[in-house]
């Protein structure tokens, strides 16, 4: 089994920065503020969460001497990415997702059947 770590996830506006330890993401956020601050970014304190996975203390990063916020969960993209890695409820909101589509398309179904040459109420489902 071979086990690799995707570090940085960078979209946009968003940035993800995944370590195997404390003080490489100290290192790693500090590296980040520098960049930021070279370019004349701004890192928002308040949104700029840490999440930890398997350990016994919550590590305290720091950034601009503000300890950041530890958080059980967060969004990213989309997806609901949880600290105990389950996927238990971004796979109900995904299944949630699926039933309500399917829903929309028996309806429009019944609806072309019974006359109607084109369903138009639920366009989002073509």
């Known amino acids: 089994m071979c086990r690799v ?3 940085e996830k960078l979209f946009t506006d968003d940035v993800a920065l995944t370590t195997y330890t404390e003080e490489t993401l100290q290192w790693l956020i500090t590296r ?20 930890s996975q398997d350990v016994s203390e919550t590590p305290q990063i720091t950034t601009k001497h503000h300890v950041l916020e530890a958080v059980d969960n967060f969004t990213y993209l989309g997806p609901c990415i949880l600290s105990n890695l389950s996927l238990d409820s971004e796979l109900n909101v995904r299944i949630r997702k699926v039933a309500t589509t399917m829903t929309r ?12 040459s084109l369903c138009t109420e639920h366009p989002s489902v073509w």
């Open 5 to 7: 770590l995707i570090r």
């Open 32 to 51: 980040v503020t520098e960049a930021c601050n070279e370019f004349g970014l701004t890192i928002s304190l308040k949104r700029t969460k840490i999440m």
């Open 105 to 116: 398309l028996v309806d429009c179904k019944h609806k072309i059947e019974g006359g109607s």
